[in-house]
């Protein structure tokens, strides 16, 4: 998770956290406590408790037809903490008979009032966390309780079920390249797959040249033939995969992150091209009308996601202000079912549905040179995905200060691709853009956009925007941001605006960093070509 844009934080989230520290929980039971604790009585008078316990004792003690009634507004802090209203006393009578003056209407003009001698006494401010609230809010207000949720994707398994890391790895890379079937089973294929690279030993290399009367090299080239041939399908697919990437023994995390982006591609995923083969008539003319339109902004092929499994952790929480900038985020208490007081994170798995889309690579690696920004272009196919692998983090949009000089560029394309298709969304779909989350493989490079509805109820909009929409939410995406209505301030200016691309910070997990217009449409202030320019569709 990213606390960065917070002013603050909690001692409950530390720089550097032991994992430990936390504990997981999937909620199945809610308690409910009375609160807030500023009571009027019928009486004439308003009291505040320090807890509930107390409250009851003093009704223990009331009268028979005291009538007591909770008064429903608290000040909050920026800071993360909440009072109930603060009842001041009255120089002569104390607490006897202290009332609150509401007849304004207006919260701002309540005061605090002496029912006996008639008294002004205070404003409803007071203090909480150190600050001094001049006001209040009623209780069930959206800014008490700003709950911070972060949405997963989980994949159906965890990398290390699969078994050894120095086999699992190079299948894993072997399979993303083509050298092993797509329906291959990783999980299943490891437990007799050894990805050991071929490499006799240098005495067998020499007895053999000596026996034969060959050169070293000659007689090693023969050996590892003979070795390639004694190799399962899956075995020569790892070693080859290792010689094409021996990097990959080195950085486990490209696995990682290859490994999730194949889960993701699950048994259920349909790609344009196989619907636009497997149909006929004017369904198969609208797939490929699809799949060109798709291919004319730089998107080499989209998928249809039926299953993506979800993990919504709620982490913390503010209150006061939804900006992350202007408040303190705080852990939650410990939780009274965990008896070792750790902080818990408040989890819900669920499922949805989603969009696959996967960027035409060799097009990236031309609008990189186009902006001077690489030299040499490798070849497609095989080349350029490994040019991804070597040169693009798969963590690009949470390192900051990295020496890797694509990953910036490739996530804000990625980024700023995104946000124009969840901006014009809701018509075509029926699904409201704050509903839409990313999940960015910026090593593929690729695009997740899933919804979460909540309760894992699918009303099937990705669906059918796969089947039947596309054209017409593309159409819609070009209309908005080409141009914004915001032009020319929003282009001159970073490129970026709430009606062209930015969205809620709470819905995006990333607040609207990395986005601009530019990458998709150029600059012609500092020459920057667009990836959906003229310049580069015509090449």
Known sequence: ??????????????????????????????????????????????????????????????????????????QVSTKGGMESLFVPDCPEHRLEAVVLDDSSGDIGQFRWRCRLCNRSLQGIEGFVDGQKI?????????????PWIMTMVRVGIDIEELGDRKT????IVAKYLGLLDDKFDLKKGIAGTSASPIKPSRNAIEKFAKQHGLRPEEAESIIRDWEAQRQTPE??????????????????EIAL?????????????????????NSKGSVRDRFKEFRQEFRGIGIEEAY???????????????????????????????????????????????????????LDRSRVLQWLARNKLLENIPASGNESALWFLRNVSPFAQTVAGTDRPFDSEVFTLLHTIAHSLIKSITI???????????????NVPAILLYTHEGRGFKTGGMQDLFNNKMLTWLMMTKERMDPCIYDPVCLNSIGACHYCLLTSEATCAHFNSNLSRWVLFGNLQDGKIGYWSSAMTAR
């Open 1 to 74: 998770m990213s606390l960065d844009r917070f002013r603050d934080r909690d001692p409950g989230f530390p720089s550097s956290p032991r994992a430990e520290k936390y504990a997981f929980f999937e909620p199945n039971l809610i308690e409910i406590e009375l609160f807030p604790l500023t009571v009027g009585f019928s009486s004439g008078k308003y009291l505040r408790f320090s807890s509930v316990q107390q409250f009851l004792n003093y009704l223990n003690h009331a009268p028979r037809d005291e009538r007591a009634m909770q008064r429903d507004l608290v």
């Open 134 to 146: 001049m006001s209040a809010i009623p209780v069930r207000s959206a800014s008490v309780f700003i």
């Open 168 to 171: 699992a790895d190079p299948l």
């Open 235 to 252: 075995e020569e697919a790892a070693s080859r995969a290792l010689a094409m990437f021996p990097e990959i023994a080195e950085s486990g």
């Open 257 to 277: 992150s290859i490994f999730d982006y194949l889960e993701t591609l699950n048994d259920g995923a349909i790609s344009l091209s196989y619907a636009e083969s």
């Open 304 to 358: 249809h996601i039926p299953v993506v499994p979800l993990i919504q952790a709620a982490y913390g929480y503010t209150r006061g202000e939804f900006g992350p900038n202007n408040t303190t985020i705080r852990a939650f208490p410990p939780d009274g079912m965990d008896k070792s007081g750790q902080i818990p994170i408040y989890v819900d798995l669920t499922e949805s549905e989603g969009l696959l889309l996967r």
């Open 428 to 442: 075509p779909s029926g699904l409201a853009s704050e509903s839409i989350g990313e999940l960015f493989f910026p």
